[in-house]
């Protein structure tokens, strides 16, 4: 397993051994578990690959617990990851990158 050090409130993105790509705020590491605020998993859309509950029916402030036991790797989100995850867990709506139209 690909070892990373994971600090309190960093986005983390897990792969399960269920094949979940799991995206969350990490909230406590300890020797048996990772303990996760507002997960979200990786899916399919019409666009693209997007974000979605991890679990639907779950209250969305609610702490999850990941079982090491479960995790095949852990590690920090990339940026494009921490970006998309701060949108859709944020209730502050970020501006877009202003861009030049041609």
């Known amino acids: 397993m690909l070892k990373q050090k994971l ?3 960093d986005i983390v993105v897990f792969r399960t051994v269920g094949s979940d790509e799991v995206v969350g705020k990490l909230i406590e590491e300890t020797d048996t578990s990772y303990k996760v605020s507002k997960p979200l998993a990786l899916a ?3 666009n693209g690959v997007g974000m ?3 679990m639907i029916m779950a209250d969305p402030e609610a702490t999850f617990e990941f079982l090491k036991s479960t ?3 852990a590690v920090l989100a990339n ?3 921490k970006d ?3 949108q859709s867990t944020s209730k502050l709506v970020t501006p877009s990158t202003p861009s030049i139209v041609t």
């Open 7 to 9: 600090n309190k409130d």
């Open 44 to 46: 399919m859309t019409q």
């Open 52 to 54: 979605t509950a991890y």
């Open 71 to 73: 995790i095949i790797t």
């Open 79 to 81: 940026k494009q990851a």
């Open 84 to 86: 998309a995850y701060t």
